[in-house]
T-cell receptor, first 117, second 116 residues
Framework: AQKVTQAQTEISVVEKEDVTLDCVYE???????LFWYKQPPSGELVFLIR??????QNEISGRYSWNFQKSTSSFNFTITASQVVDSAVYFC??????????????FGKGTLLTVNP | GAVVSQHPSRVICKSGTSVKIECRSL??????MFWYRQFPKQSLMLMAT?????????EQGVEKDKFLINHASLTLSTLTVTSAHPEDSSFYIC????????????FGPGTRLLVL
């Protein structure tokens, strides 16, 4: 079965600190896609990154970086020099083939990040 | 590109009434759309997968007679909550896949439903 685990329910940091959000996934598929989304209080999901299972290269985008390791089934997300505007719930998700012509997206439970000034 | 809209953004209704939520892909065609429900402080849970021109596929535990889904065109899917009750109050989010692709879902802004 497909599963995404975000063990950190809540994290609180002070502005300018670095913070890493953990994500561990389970799947038997060889082809799958991993995502990170940000959900601010408004509720709208903001797409951050997509990674396919064949691309283990780490990625950096500004203050954001992602570490994908298939050996440990992890896809961790680091925010460098955090800012108050980074405060939100962050979801890790796994897109997997569910049969027919469909893929399904399974979300982790989310991590609430609070960045204090 | 790949913008998905939802209407209404917020709705309050009385118990026993039905509410329709629209999900539109604005700049692409979507053969597949998805409906999710999110309760406060919880994750998104898939309710159903909607394929254009065919019946929706519901996840286990989701009542198909209560949550009617129609995907009549390549840009519009609707979710109707029939005979809504307070326990149906939630945040409903739709997403859509660009026709011919399956790797990425594009999400709408969500609809907050409050049933009194």
């Amino acid at each position: 079965a497909q599963k995404v685990t975000q063990a950190q329910t809540e994290i609180s940091v002070v502005e300018k600190e670095d913070v890493t959000l953990d994500c561990v996934y389970e799947t038997r598929d060889t082809t799958y896609y991993l995502f990170w989304y940000k959900q601010p209080p408004s509720g709208e999901l903001v797409f951050l990154i997509r990674r396919n299972s064949f691309d283990e290269q780490n990625e950096i985008s500004g203050r954001y970086s992602w570490n994908f390791q298939k050996s440990t089934s992890s896809f961790n997300f680091t925010i460098t020099a955090s800012q108050v505007v980074d405060s939100a719930v962050y979801f890790c998700a796994l897109n997997w083939y569910s049969g027919g012509s469909n893929y399904k997206l399974t979300f982790g439970k989310g991590t609430l990040l609070t960045v204090n000034p | 590109g790949a913008v998905v809209s939802q209407h209404p953004s917020r709705v309050i209704c009385k118990s026993g009434t039905s509410v329709k939520i629209e999900c539109r892909s604005l700049d692409f065609q979507a053969t597949t759309m998805f409906w999710y429900r999110q309760f406060p402080k919880q994750s998104l849970m898939l309710m159903a997968t909607s394929n254009e021109g065919s019946k929706a596929t519901y996840e286990q535990g989701v009542e198909k007679d209560k949550f009617l889904i129609n995907h009549a065109s390549l840009t519009l899917s609707t979710l109707t909550v029939t005979s809504a009750h307070p326990e149906d109050s939630s945040f409903y989010i739709c997403s859509a896949e660009i026709a011919g692709t399956q790797e990425t879902q594009y999400f709408g802004p969500g609809t907050r439903l409050l049933v009194l």
